[in-house]
């Protein structure tokens, strides 16, 4: 029976995709907290995670979740008003892992019990809700089928969210050079740069606080390039033109 139902949701959001709200979509959304089963967690405080993230993609032909912790994971998303669904599941965007058990068994829980990611298959509906507070910041709230929940806002909260070093895109959409300019901390790192189905198209290292790379073979689309050194890791998103 819950197949059968799984079916006609696959069927029903297929027709009203393009229904889901604007704020939600090329919004980032910074993880402040998950419930599960009446506790809540935060994400660890650590010089090896940044803040938690989901983003919401346009892909031009529909709609791709991406959130990370240790790994990012994404999928394709159905929408309807009020409810998305995940009809593929997700799948791994990037491969290395987080080194600090902390972060380690948060990743899992994240992962597990909010996406229930486990299952390679048609998710369960999600409800999402956006509530916008008088100055204007936004809240998402997520909650799955099992009641359990994840709060993000659309700003980041206090100086620990800036506690990490991270690089910066000089120009953000790219054609054909891709330019970093990385703090001296991340000067000798290594530089992956992934599609969003978690294909890794380019693998470099870097010695020098400027980094360029060709990026003209790459064909259109949404990246995400991940610089990581023996203590730290800091993913961001560009767009090839």
Same mark, same amino acid.
């Not at 909010?114 to 998402?140: C, M, R, W």
């Not at 659309?154 to 800036?162: K, R």
């Not at 010695?207 to 800091?234: E, I, P, Q, R, W």
């Given at each position: @029976? &819950? +197949?059968? @139902?799984?079916?006609?949701?696959?069927?029903?959001?297929?027709?009203? /995709?393009?229904?889901?709200?604007?704020?939600? $979509? +090329?919004?980032?959304? *910074?993880?402040?907290?998950?419930?599960?089963?009446? %506790?809540?967690?935060?994400?660890?405080?650590?010089?090896?995670?940044? %803040?938690? !993230?989901?983003?919401?993609?346009?892909?031009?032909?529909?709609?791709?979740?991406?959130?990370?912790?240790?790994?990012?994971?994404?999928?394709?998303?159905?929408?309807?008003?009020?409810?998305?669904?995940?009809?593929?599941?997700?799948? /791994?965007?990037?491969?290395?892992?987080?080194?600090?058990?902390?972060?380690?068994?948060?990743?899992?829980?994240?992962?597990?019990?909010?996406?229930?990611?486990?299952? #390679?298959?048609?998710?369960?509906?999600?409800?999402?809700?956006?509530?916008?507070?008088?100055?204007?910041? !936004?809240?998402?709230?997520?909650?799955? /089928? #099992?009641?359990?929940?994840?709060?993000?806002?659309?700003?980041?909260?206090? $100086?620990?969210?800036?506690?990490?070093?991270?690089?910066?895109?000089?120009? +953000?959409? $790219?054609?054909?050079?891709?330019?970093?300019?990385?703090?001296?901390?991340? =000067?000798?790192?290594?530089?992956?740069? *992934?599609?969003?189905?978690? =294909?890794?198209?380019?693998? &470099?290292?870097?010695? #020098?606080?400027?980094?360029?790379?060709?990026?003209? #073979?790459?064909?259109?689309?949404?990246?995400?390039?991940? $610089? %990581?050194?023996?203590?730290? &890791?800091?993913? &961001? =998103?560009?767009? =090839?033109?």
């Amino acid at each position: @029976m &819950k +197949n059968i @139902m799984i079916l006609v949701f696959v069927c029903f959001f297929s027709f009203i /995709s393009s229904a889901q709200e604007p704020d939600l $979509v +090329n919004t980032i959304w *910074y993880l402040r907290e998950i419930n599960i089963g009446g %506790t809540v967690i935060v994400s660890p405080s650590n010089n090896e995670i940044e %803040t938690p !993230k989901l983003e919401y993609l346009s892909t031009g032909n529909g709609y791709f979740l991406e959130t990370c912790v240790c790994i990012c994971w994404g999928g394709d998303v159905l929408f309807d008003t009020g409810f998305f669904l995940l009809p593929n599941g997700l799948v /791994s965007i990037t491969q290395e892992t987080c080194s600090i058990q902390e972060n380690i068994d948060f990743d899992n829980i994240y992962f597990d019990q909010i996406f229930q990611h486990e299952t #390679n298959a048609v998710s369960d509906p999600i409800e999402y809700e956006i509530l916008t507070d008088s100055d204007g910041n !936004k809240q998402l709230t997520l909650t799955n /089928s #099992n009641g359990d929940v994840a709060v993000y806002g659309d700003q980041l909260l206090g $100086v620990e969210d800036n506690r990490l070093p991270t690089f910066t895109i000089a120009s +953000n959409p $790219v054609q054909n050079t891709l330019s970093l300019v990385l703090p001296e901390s991340l =000067k000798n790192s290594s530089i992956e740069l *992934y599609d969003i189905r978690g =294909k890794l198209q380019i693998s &470099k290292t870097s010695t #020098n606080t400027t980094v360029a790379t060709d990026v003209s #073979n790459l064909t259109n689309g949404v990246y995400l390039v991940v $610089v %990581t050194n023996s203590v730290t &890791k800091s993913i &961001k =998103k560009f767009i =090839k033109e």
